[in-house]
């Protein structure tokens, strides 16, 4: 029974500690999905040279896409024209930070770790891109840019443009409309299922593993290292999930750099990031993604233990915490439990949502009544990106009148005519998606 009350006790506490920085980060999220439209990124993805690629660095540190969101995206670059290293380092550097990661981790680890994670992200997806530039020379298929309409819905519905999109007033609605609708719906639909995992295993590990328990077993901090490394470059887990295991891991006895190397492998690399690389882009460009992102954060996890000063990563904000020590400065505790409260609302309000959109998605595929109508499986989407992208490539095929994704389902309702499933099923896997067939209505 002490295990379960210091169970949720735990939860509790980590939860308050990030809920204000993740409500924030999300309203950032939202402002930069309208500051930065896709096809101002597509812009300076193309060249394939350092400067291209040193943009895709930049560009993918503040944006909030985690390594299942980032592969269509890259992917969809990749298919529109970006080159191979920059689509690489875009794959490489976003994936590990974004601005909502970045608060939660300062807000649990520190401002050294909360500087040091997007300047780690910056450097390996820069030199991640000019490694995959460098070593494979092979021709890609160059495919049409996708043309971006004002309206992001699908082709037979009103999105309230005029014929141009230039009405001012309109374009401000929509562009709040959005900002809002993707930081506190969409984006946090795309992560709320590896957030509440992430909390959970936190409290798991702060209950049953005892205090120094990696002091006591793996006494060599490098050997620390290649455990987490091992462990973290298969699993999936987002950049801000990993923030409160690596500060309970830190808690129980790992160095700071073996914890910069969970903050690194675990978000940028999983088994369906490393398929889908050595299936579109080939093996020379997988291999260079998995280097670049293993010998990064193996060297910066050992300059941490070895040349920085050690104080400045070790754990201290969720320890004192946790622990009730004095002299550390702490937000409001209305802050953090209406934080807390507003974000499991949400939460459970896109859980909601999800349910709707899928009664709403059978009834349509029932009532539908055009030329030719066809239900198919795709497997691999895990998010609101993964969701878009395929609506995107799928709807712009000529003979499409609509594609429409019901992500829980896992199932791509087409109308259009003459729907050849060979095309459709190319066009899916060449997104990096697997294509399940089609299913009967």
């Known amino acids: 029974m002490n295990y379960i009350n210091q169970f949720f006790i735990d939860f509790i506490e980590i939860l308050n500690e990030m809920s204000p920085y993740l409500m924030l980060g999300f309203l950032f999220a939202g402002i930069l999905k309208v500051a930065f439209p896709q096809k101002f990124i597509d812009k300076y993805l193309g060249q394939k040279n350092g400067k291209s690629v040193l943009y895709a660095s930049l ?31 875009f794959l490489i550097s976003t994936p590990q930070t974004g601005v909502d990661s970045i608060l ?63 009405a001012d007033t309109k374009e401000k609605k929509l562009a ?69 295991v690596a500060a309970i891991l830190m808690m129980k006895g790992i160095s700071p750099g073996a914890a910069l190397v969970f903050l690194m492998a675990g978000p940028a690399t999983n088994a369906a990031t490393i398929t889908v690389l050595n299936k579109v ?35 201290s904000t969720l320890h004192n915490h946790m622990h009730a020590h004095e002299g550390h400065w702490m937000l409001p505790k209305w802050l953090q ?39 198919v499986i795709v497997n691999g989407m895990s998010c609101n990106h993964c969701k878009n992208s395929v609506e995107k490539h799928i709807g712009a095929l000529p ?8 992500l829980e389902q896992k199932k791509l309702h087409l109308i259009g005519e003459l729907i050849d499933l060979k095309i459709i099923k190319k066009e899916i896997e060449s997104l990096g998606f697997e294509f399940g067939g089609e299913k009967e209505k």
């Open 337 to 375: 439990w209406g934080s807390s409260i507003l974000l499991t609302l949400l939460i459970l309000n896109g859980y909601l949502q999800k349910y709707l959109s899928g009664k709403s998605e059978d009834l349509t595929t029932k009532n539908a009544n055009r030329v030719d109508n066809k239900l």
């Open 104 to 166: 939660v981790t300062y807000s649990l680890l520190g401002l050294p770790f909360a500087i040091i994670r997007p300047f780690i992200a910056l450097i390996t997806g820069f030199l991640g891109g000019l490694l995959a530039n460098r070593f494979d020379t092979d021709e890609k298929a160059i495919t049409e840019p996708i043309e971006d309409s004002c309206c992001t819905t699908d082709k037979d519905s009103d999105c309230g443009c005029d014929d141009n999109c230039t």
């Open 59 to 89: 560009l993918g540190i503040p944006l909030p896409l985690c390594s299942c969101g980032v592969i269509p995206t890259g992917i969809s670059f990749y298919k529109s024209g970006a080159s191979k290293g920059s689509s690489v380092s």
């Open 176 to 244: 709040l409309y959005t900002m809002f609708k993707y930081a506190f719906v969409d984006f946090l639909q795309d992560i709320s299922k590896w957030l509440i995992i992430g909390l959970l295993l936190a409290a798991f590990i702060s209950v049953l593993i005892p205090d120094d328990f990696f002091s006591s077993y793996i006494g060599n901090d490098f050997i620390g290292m290649l455990v987490i490394l091992v462990a973290s470059i298969p699993l999936y887990i987002c950049a801000t999930s990993s923030v409160p």
């Open 281 to 315: 882009m080939g093996k020379k460009t997988m291999w260079s993604y998995l280097i670049s992102i293993i010998s990064g954060a193996l060297l910066f996890g050992l300059l941490i233990d070895n040349v920085f000063p050690r104080e400045w990563f070790e754990m």
């Open 399 to 406: 003979n499409i009148t609509k594609a429409e994704v019901n």
